[in-house]
């Protein structure tokens, strides 16, 4: 992607927890693209289980965790954490654009969950309204320029969409949560603040799971 691009890269997730591995996918959209970053965790989404945290701690541990790369370019939207009612990302991409009809915006995925867009409530119109940025995560098995592929088979609009090589380190906040159930540390997982707010609030301690509480960050 051109330096001289405008716009801005949307990266959102459950961050339930944020981890380190977040923070290098950020610095390396940052790195590749001379984009700003806007980080958006989800509210309760409406596609999947409801996260451990809640959507307001996600927001906070998102913002103790940007601290660290403390780069100004890279921002937290607290709009889906706020919604009262299951957020959608082409809810939130049709609001960005209604703030700034003229300002570009570039959605960032993962090729695991970019696999599922077919799935995506109004994928069409969320499509229309974004340019596709498919990175592959280390270990998630689904090669980023196969998804691709995949979805240009499928007829989706996909002017421009690019694949992005980033190397990140390989981090499951399914297993993080398990090891925090268990009473274990994730020091070698989690920015140290991050750490320490889950410590503060009592977070993922085993008598908050369930069955349902696992689910890929």
């Given at each position: 992607m051109a330096a001289a691009s405008l716009g801005t890269?949307?990266?959102?997730?459950?961050?339930?927890?944020p981890h380190l591995g977040h923070l290098s996918v950020i610095r390396s959209l940052r790195e590749q693209t001379n984009l700003p970053v806007l980080v958006v965790p989800t509210g309760d989404p409406g596609h999947r289980p409801r996260p451990v945290a809640t959507p307001q701690q996600r927001a906070e541990m998102?913002?103790?965790?940007?601290?660290?790369?403390?780069?100004?370019?890279?921002?937290?939207?607290?709009?889906?954490?706020?919604q009262a009612r299951p957020s959608f990302t082409v809810d939130?991409?049709?609001w960005l654009r209604a703030r700034s009809p003229e300002h570009p915006l570039v959605l960032a995925l993962g090729s695991d969950v970019a696999a599922r867009l077919p799935g995506w409530k109004e994928v069409y119109r969320l499509l229309d309204q974004v340019k596709l940025l498919v990175f592959e995560r280390p270990g998630s098995g689904q090669p980023a320029d196969l998804v691709l592929q995949q979805l240009w088979e499928l007829?989706?609009?996909?002017?421009?969409?690019?694949?992005?090589?980033?190397?990140?380190?390989?981090?499951?906040?399914?297993?993080i949560r398990d090891r925090l159930s268990?009473?274990?540390e994730c020091a070698d997982l989690l920015p140290p603040g991050v750490s320490r707010y889950i410590k503060s609030h009592g977070l993922y301690r085993a008598r908050f799971?369930?069955?349902?509480?696992f689910l890929e960050g």
């Amino acid at each position: 992607m051109a330096a001289a691009s405008l716009g801005t890269v949307l990266f959102g997730g459950t961050f339930d927890p944020p981890h380190l591995g977040h923070l290098s996918v950020i610095r390396s959209l940052r790195e590749q693209t001379n984009l700003p970053v806007l980080v958006v965790p989800t509210g309760d989404p409406g596609h999947r289980p409801r996260p451990v945290a809640t959507p307001q701690q996600r927001a906070e541990m998102v913002e103790i965790a940007l601290r660290e790369p403390d780069d100004p370019l890279v921002t937290l939207s607290r709009h889906e954490a706020d919604q009262a009612r299951p957020s959608f990302t082409v809810d939130s991409v049709t609001w960005l654009r209604a703030r700034s009809p003229e300002h570009p915006l570039v959605l960032a995925l993962g090729s695991d969950v970019a696999a599922r867009l077919p799935g995506w409530k109004e994928v069409y119109r969320l499509l229309d309204q974004v340019k596709l940025l498919v990175f592959e995560r280390p270990g998630s098995g689904q090669p980023a320029d196969l998804v691709l592929q995949q979805l240009w088979e499928l007829g989706l609009p996909l002017a421009g969409a690019e694949v992005l090589p980033i190397s990140a380190p390989t981090v499951d906040a399914t297993a993080i949560r398990d090891r925090l159930s268990r009473g274990e540390e994730c020091a070698d997982l989690l920015p140290p603040g991050v750490s320490r707010y889950i410590k503060s609030h009592g977070l993922y301690r085993a008598r908050f799971l369930s069955a349902d509480s696992f689910l890929e960050g």
